[in-house]
């Protein structure tokens, strides 16, 4: 089975930034299609960002630079830098992956993510 493991949430000031970690525990190498989510309280959740390869990043709108996906293979670990943040960006913040490498067209759709972590919660104050 697939473990992942979200750190490095906090509470934070407006303008301020964090840099979230999901740490992938697999028994192969694990290079599937992989992306960061975030709910708030009475909202959906949603996509942040997702790499869908390497060089190929994709971000919502909302967060578009301002939020880097960044991977280091070598440990892996999977990483949100959050830089100017705003406190719409409160959230309980989600790694997720696939079963397979391949994110199709669509890598917004929570639905098609199979693995999960607990979360790590993100709260930034005015």
């Known amino acids: 089975q697939v473990h992942l493991a979200e750190s490095g949430g906090g509470s934070v000031q407006a303008v301020g930034s964090l840099r979230l970690s999901c740490v992938v525990s697999?028994?192969?190498?694990?290079?599937?299609?992989m992306a960061w989510f975030r709910q708030a309280p009475v909202k959906e959740r949603e996509a942040v960002g997702a790499?869908?390869?390497?060089?190929?990043?994709v971000y919502v709108d909302s967060v578009k630079g301002r939020f880097t996906v960044s991977k280091d293979n070598a440990k892996n670990i999977l990483y949100l830098q959050m830089n100017s943040l705003e406190p719409e960006d409160t959230a309980m913040y989600y790694c997720?992956?696939?079963?397979?490498?391949?994110?199709?067209?669509?890598?917004?759709?929570?639905?098609?993510?199979?693995?999960w972590g607990q979360g790590t919660q993100v709260t930034v104050s005015s």
């Open positions: 997720a992956a696939r079963r397979t490498w391949y994110c199709g067209p669509s890598p917004f759709t929570a639905d098609d993510y199979n693995f």
């Open positions: 697999s028994d192969v190498n694990f290079n599937h299609c």
């Open positions: 790499r869908v390869s390497s060089d190929f990043i």
